[in-house]
């Protein structure tokens, strides 16, 4: 057979080689799966009730993970800011398509981190005050996210720990020192206390070590302990009760988890919301949307939780109106 034939005859065969191969065998998809970093300054078990809303809200809007989305997953519950630095930097190395973040702490980590990658943030008490965004309804930068009100409703927790506890005339605000998002609420609250007649002593810590030491002095100094809202004082939230208890000192936060683990009463916004409504703003991010056209948001529903069995043991009987008020009574 002549040479010119042999190698159309080859040819020939080459193409109907092709023709039978699988589709993914010759064209590879060019888009990747989206990514997303999530930074949590807590740990998984801690965490559940928040990303199990998250991940159930991406869902319904058709992000799956480990189908349509991946979720990079990565924390840090000894609330050390250089730490937040670290996986933010590597987030921003491995390119994820978007962060999320909870707590003041971990959003200005990130913000300084990147300035292109979208953040969207949830649980941050100030976010003008502290430097996140410049405005609310347009935050024009690569961040965006959720407040929470948490100064807004401080008055409104001692409001109701001195309806619980009528007669109480001392409290000790208990704050993490490495949080600048916590100065506003404290003072908030230092400024609620005056009008209620009652003297202030702030204590703050730094590591789980000290929290011993300030809770004794709470024991000597007050009658009650308003612990601030806080990642790293959340993540050591049951050894807070056990000492609170042991102390014989009524604790009020300001969300559910601490007073589910033994915390007397606690009011704020329902934080598994706001992971819900997180993930709405993801979506419309992986879809196109910027984050300085995405302003930010309020909480709409706010909680109030007594933990009855705490009462019983601290001897303090709960007013019926303020029992008939509470959105889940743990007994």
């Given at each position: 057979?002549?040479?010119?034939?042999?190698?159309?005859?080859?040819?020939?065969?080459?193409?109907?080689y092709?023709?039978?191969?699988?589709?993914?065998?010759?064209?590879?998809?060019?888009?990747?799966?989206?990514?997303?970093?999530?930074?949590?300054?807590?740990?998984?078990?801690a965490a559940s009730d928040r990303t199990a809303a998250f991940e159930e809200r991406l869902n319904e809007r058709g992000w799956t993970s480990g189908r349509t989305v991946t979720i990079n997953y990565q924390w840090s519950p000894d609330g050390d800011p250089n730490r937040f630095?670290?996986?933010?930097?590597?987030?921003?190395?491995?390119?994820?398509?978007?962060?999320?973040?909870?707590?003041?702490?971990?959003?200005?980590a990130a913000k300084a981190t990147t300035s292109t990658i979208p953040i969207v943030f949830t649980i941050v008490s100030d976010p003008v005050g502290s430097g996140l965004v410049t405005s609310l309804a347009r935050p024009d930068s690569n961040v965006t996210g959720f407040s929470?009100?948490?100064?807004?409703v401080a008055g409104k927790r001692l409001e109701m720990l001195r309806e619980l506890i009528p007669q109480f005339t001392q409290l000790?605000?208990?704050?993490?020192?490495?949080?600048p998002g916590t100065l506003r609420e404290i003072d908030e609250a230092t400024s609620a206390a005056k009008p209620l007649g009652l003297e202030v002593v702030t204590l703050t810590v730094r590591t789980p070590d000290e929290l011993a030491d300030a809770i004794h002095t709470a024991r000597r100094r007050a009658e009650a302990l308003f612990v601030a809202s806080d990642a790293f004082l959340n993540n050591?939230?049951?050894?807070?009760?056990?000492?609170?208890?042991?102390a014989r000192l009524p604790t009020v936060y300001g969300y559910r988890g601490p007073t589910q683990s033994g915390g007397l009463i606690?009011?704020?916004?329902?934080?598994?919301?706001?992971?819900?409504?997180?993930?709405?703003?993801?979506?419309k991010?992986?879809?196109?949307?910027?984050?300085?056209?995405?302003?930010?948001?309020?909480?709409?529903?706010?909680?109030?939780?007594?933990?009855?069995k705490t009462a019983k043991t601290l001897g303090i009987n709960i007013p019926p109106g303020l029992l008939a008020r509470a959105d889940e009574v743990i007994e």
């Open positions: 057979m002549p040479f010119d034939q042999l190698e159309r005859r080859n040819f020939m065969m080459l193409v109907g092709a023709a039978a191969w699988p589709l993914s065998a010759v064209a590879q998809p060019s888009s990747k799966r989206p990514t997303i970093g999530f930074i949590g300054p807590s740990t998984p078990s630095r670290e996986i933010a930097s590597r987030l921003v190395q491995d390119q994820v398509d978007v962060i999320v973040t909870w707590g003041t702490a971990t959003a200005l929470t009100l948490q100064v807004d000790a605000i208990l704050a993490n020192a490495n949080n050591n939230r049951d050894h807070i009760n056990k000492l609170a208890i042991e606690s009011y704020g916004p329902n934080y598994a919301d706001l992971f819900r409504r997180a993930a709405d703003y993801v979506d991010i992986l879809r196109g949307t910027k984050p300085a056209d995405l302003p930010i948001q309020q909480p709409t529903s706010f909680e109030l939780i007594i933990n009855l």
